[in-house]
């Protein structure tokens, strides 16, 4: 039980800046997940806090205590690895029980703590097996109950369902939310999958280029965003981003031009821009509606349509040819070459400046 | 499917095949053939000349018995192993623990070390005859086991290190990882995790190192002229006779010889079991 403080913690391999100075604070007992692009930092962050790469330089905390040069091993930190990691020539039993007989502790202490794991995680039946007559859900388990039986301050999880299929995915996801529940261990998990992120984090950070761009719990970062790296990279399907140039502004309204000459008035909440600055409006697919009437609707070309049966997935072009993405209803229509007459709800409606910041956040939950 | 079976190939293909093969093995195998049918030559054949035709009688027992009774190849043998295991053991557990070092941990003369180790099998050994000879003797070691033990092991740990860091460098690391973070000190990791894994590479290095130097004559020649030290390869030639060469005898000694690294071979064949890593990772 602990909480994690990174301060100003820096990464160099040479002359390449992987972590360019994070600061971050993850309470006691709070499921926290790194996500973001690939390349952008996230595992090696991870593999700092577990002593497995130095930092250049900054200060990590553990339960309060300094840990920038503590031994891996004496940070009181589990890690499940992306590949599983188990040992191919133990047993399931000798896997869990390594760590602790290699640490001097007695028999009857061991066989006592692997048994609470196994049951916890329903490994019984297979604790004499090697991990080669394992399927992959199994090994998965068994790579947790490693780091379980360490009765560890912290958890880390290093991308450890991207070998998974689908379902079991699914499954595991749900198992791991379950164990952090009764636990109640401070758990940190890393993966590039937003849908992990969404449904398991109590607070997602999202990294991108080694800082970080946003903390915030799920809805905060979708209904929320800071900037359009994180509009863009939190829910699926992807923001849909429209230039627009801003037309006219009437007290705490903006109205703003769409290609085609299409306007839509965006009320404020903040700041209001300059009359003729250029914007871009994000608008979520799952918000942008059909049936517009008239004049007043965003006309798109359909390009693809995927009939998912519960929803429709539409990708369409607008009248300068930017992309734009709709979800619709499962009974929709239109097919590819026709026309979708758009709403774009203005509630629903973010902008962001020519930086990528956010002037005015959507926010569909006010 | 790459190669295409045979069986599916055209007819010609087949007879071509079926007639090649046979010619290439009995090809490939002939001077082995010609030492085992030597073997078992009278004498009286090799001194009128018949060399390669059938032989004229069958003296299996006669000539096998008189290679033990002729020569001390019992000591010989014995001398062979005295330098081959400990050699073999020597090499390979020195090569494991520097080829863990040099593939696990990241040091600035790491490459440099392993280019050392690699550049080392590089060197013809030949030339270096002279001076291994005079430090030998220098060094109170010519004509013993020691030295040639001592000299082989340097000789051999180049090209072990080579395959064993190759071998680890091929390991999951995560495995080494995931241990240290459990808190388990790095001799624990090498003993515990990174040995037994290796096992495969240790069978088949032992295989070959034992080949080698069994069938080492240079250094057994180089450093050595006593009977009390010589090796089986060398002291085979305490057989050549006095006034004629006995090719049947020398013949069936080389079999003789030959025989431990063959049997080597297969008692350690059950551990040449690829893919013992499946299983550590997705598979």
Same mark, same amino acid.
């Given at each position: 039980?602990?909480?994690?403080?990174?301060?100003?913690?820096?990464?160099?391999?040479?002359?390449?800046?992987?972590?360019?100075?994070?600061?971050?604070?993850?309470?006691?007992?709070?499921?926290?997940?790194?996500?973001?692009?690939?390349?952008?930092?996230?595992?090696?962050?991870?593999?700092?806090?577990?002593?497995?790469?130095?930092?250049?330089?900054?200060?990590?905390?553990?339960?309060?205590?300094?840990?920038?040069?503590?031994?891996?091993?004496?940070?009181?930190?589990?890690?499940?690895?992306?590949?599983?990691?188990?040992?191919?020539h133990m047993t399931v039993r000798d896997n869990i029980g390594f760590g602790l007989k290699m640490t001097g502790h007695?028999?009857?202490?061991?066989?006592?703590?692997?048994?609470?794991?196994?049951?916890?995680?329903?490994?019984?039946?297979?604790?004499?097996?090697?991990?080669?007559?394992?399927?992959?859900?199994?090994?998965?388990?068994?790579?947790?109950?490693?780091?379980?039986?360490?009765?560890?301050?912290?958890?880390?999880?290093?991308?450890?369902?991207?070998?998974?299929?689908?379902?079991?995915?699914?499954?595991?996801?749900?198992?791991?939310?379950?164990?952090?529940?009764?636990?109640?261990?401070?758990?940190?998990?890393?993966?590039?999958?937003?849908?992990?992120?969404?449904?398991?984090?109590?607070?997602?950070?999202?990294?991108?280029?080694?800082?970080?761009?946003?903390?915030?719990?799920?809805?905060?970062?979708?209904?929320?965003?800071n900037n359009l790296f994180v509009a863009g990279f939190i829910g699926s399907p992807k923001m849909n981003f429209i230039?627009?140039?801003?037309?006219?502004?009437?007290?705490?309204?903006?109205?703003?031009?769409?290609?085609?000459?299409?306007?839509?008035?965006?009320?404020?909440?903040?700041?209001?821009?300059?009359?003729?600055?250029?914007?871009?409006?994000?608008?979520?697919?799952?918000?942008?509606?059909?049936?517009?009437?008239?004049?007043?609707?965003?006309?798109?070309?359909?390009?693809?349509?995927?009939?998912?049966?519960?929803?429709?997935?539409?990708?369409?072009?607008?009248?300068?040819?930017?992309?734009?993405?709709?979800?619709?209803?499962?009974?929709?229509?239109?097919?590819?070459?026709?026309?979708?007459?758009?709403?774009?709800?203005?509630?629903?409606?973010?902008?962001?400046?020519?930086?990528?910041?956010?002037?005015?956040?959507?926010?569909?939950?006010? | 499917?790459?190669?295409?079976?045979?069986?599916?190939?055209?007819?010609?293909?087949?007879?071509?095949?079926?007639?090649?093969?046979?010619?290439?093995?009995?090809?490939?195998?002939?001077?082995?053939?010609?030492?085992?049918?030597?073997?078992?030559?009278?004498?009286?054949?090799?001194?009128?000349?018949?060399?390669?035709?059938?032989?004229?009688?069958?003296?299996?027992?006669?000539?096998?018995?008189?290679?033990?009774?002729?020569?001390?190849?019992?000591?010989?043998?014995?001398?062979?192993?005295?330098?081959?295991?400990?050699?073999?053991?020597?090499?390979?557990?020195?090569?494991?623990?520097?080829?863990?070092?040099?593939?696990?941990?990241?040091?600035?003369?790491?490459?440099?070390?392993?280019?050392?180790?690699?550049?080392?099998?590089?060197?013809?050994?030949?030339?270096l005859a002279i001076p291994v000879r005079d430090l030998t003797q220098g060094m109170g070691l010519y004509n013993t086991?020691?030295?040639?033990?001592?000299?082989?092991?340097?000789?051999?740990?180049?090209?072990?290190?080579?395959?064993?860091?190759?071998?680890?460098?091929?390991?999951?690391?995560?495995?080494?990882?995931?241990?240290?973070?459990?808190?388990?000190?790095?001799?624990?990791?090498?003993?515990?995790?990174?040995?037994?894994?290796?096992?495969?590479? @240790? !069978? /088949? $290095?032992?295989?070959?190192?034992?080949? =080698?130097?069994?069938?080492?004559? &240079?250094? #057994?020649?180089?450093?050595?002229?006593?009977?009390?030290?010589?090796?089986?390869?060398?002291?085979?030639?305490?057989?050549?006779?006095?006034?004629?060469?006995?090719?049947?005898?020398?013949?069936?000694?080389?079999? @003789? !010889? /030959? $025989?431990?690294?063959?049997?080597?071979? =297969?008692?350690?064949?059950?551990? &040449?079991? #690829?893919?013992?890593?499946?299983?550590?990772?997705?598979?």
């Amino acid at each position: 039980m602990a909480a994690v403080t990174l301060k100003n913690a820096r990464k160099s391999f040479g002359d390449v800046h992987i972590i360019k100075g994070i600061d971050l604070e993850i309470k006691d007992g709070e499921f926290t997940v790194f996500v973001g692009p690939s390349g952008c930092g996230k595992s090696t962050l991870l593999r700092m806090i577990a002593g497995l790469e130095e930092f250049t330089s900054g200060s990590l905390q553990i339960g309060g205590k300094e840990m920038v040069d503590v031994e891996s091993a004496d940070r009181g930190v589990a890690m499940v690895f992306q590949s599983y990691a188990l040992y191919p020539h133990m047993t399931v039993r000798d896997n869990i029980g390594f760590g602790l007989k290699m640490t001097g502790h007695d028999k009857a202490d061991i066989a006592a703590r692997t048994k609470t794991a196994a049951d916890m995680l329903q490994l019984g039946p297979m604790m004499d097996r090697k991990p080669s007559q394992l399927s992959g859900g199994q090994r998965q388990r068994v790579a947790i109950g490693r780091s379980i039986v360490r009765n560890p301050k912290v958890f880390l999880f290093d991308e450890p369902l991207s070998n998974l299929d689908a379902a079991l995915r699914v499954q595991m996801r749900i198992e791991i939310g379950k164990l952090h529940s009764d636990l109640k261990t401070t758990m940190i998990y890393v993966t590039h999958d937003q849908v992990e992120a969404m449904t398991m984090a109590d607070k997602i950070v999202v990294l991108h280029g080694g800082i970080i761009e946003q903390v915030g719990s799920p809805l905060e970062l979708y209904h929320r965003p800071n900037n359009l790296f994180v509009a863009g990279f939190i829910g699926s399907p992807k923001m849909n981003f429209i230039p627009v140039t801003v037309s006219s502004v009437k007290g705490k309204a903006a109205t703003v031009t769409l290609p085609g000459d299409h306007k839509v008035t965006v009320p404020l909440a903040g700041d209001v821009p300059a009359v003729g600055s250029k914007l871009t409006l994000g608008v979520r697919p799952e918000h942008v509606e059909l049936g517009g009437k008239g004049a007043g609707a965003v006309k798109a070309t359909v390009r693809a349509a995927e009939y998912l049966g519960s929803e429709t997935m539409f990708y369409g072009t607008l009248a300068d040819g930017s992309d734009i993405s709709v979800k619709a209803g499962g009974l929709a229509k239109e097919k590819s070459g026709d026309t979708l007459n758009l709403v774009l709800p203005p509630a629903a409606c973010h902008l962001f400046n020519a930086d990528g910041k956010t002037i005015h956040n959507g926010d569909l939950t006010r | 499917m790459f190669p295409t079976p045979i069986a599916r190939t055209k007819p010609w293909v087949q007879t071509l095949y079926k007639w090649l093969l046979p010619v290439a093995l009995v090809l490939w195998l002939l001077p082995l053939i010609g030492i085992a049918v030597t073997s078992i030559r009278p004498s009286s054949d090799l001194a009128a000349g018949n060399y390669f035709g059938m032989p004229s009688g069958f003296d299996f027992v006669k000539n096998y018995s008189a290679v033990f009774e002729n020569s001390n190849i019992g000591w010989y043998i014995l001398n062979s192993f005295k330098v081959t295991i400990p050699t073999v053991i020597g090499a390979v557990a020195l090569s494991c623990l520097t080829g863990f070092a040099l593939a696990v941990y990241k040091f600035k003369s790491n490459l440099l070390v392993f280019f050392m180790f690699v550049a080392g099998n590089f060197v013809p050994f030949q030339i270096l005859a002279i001076p291994v000879r005079d430090l030998t003797q220098g060094m109170g070691l010519y004509n013993t086991t020691t030295g040639l033990v001592l000299f082989h092991v340097a000789f051999q740990t180049g090209f072990c290190t080579l395959f064993m860091r190759n071998f680890i460098k091929g390991l999951p690391f995560a495995l080494i990882e995931s241990a240290r973070v459990e808190g388990v000190n790095e001799w624990k990791i090498f003993w515990y995790i990174v040995v037994p894994l290796m096992r495969p590479a @240790i !069978a /088949a $290095l032992s295989v070959l190192i034992f080949t =080698f130097i069994w069938n080492d004559y &240079f250094w #057994a020649t180089v450093m050595a002229n006593s009977a009390d030290v010589r090796p089986v390869t060398a002291g085979m030639s305490e057989l050549k006779g006095q006034w004629k060469v006995a090719w049947e005898l020398i013949s069936a000694a080389s079999i @003789i !010889a /030959a $025989l431990p690294p063959v049997a080597m071979f =297969f008692l350690m064949q059950k551990h &040449f079991i #690829a893919g013992l890593t499946l299983g550590a990772t997705k598979g």
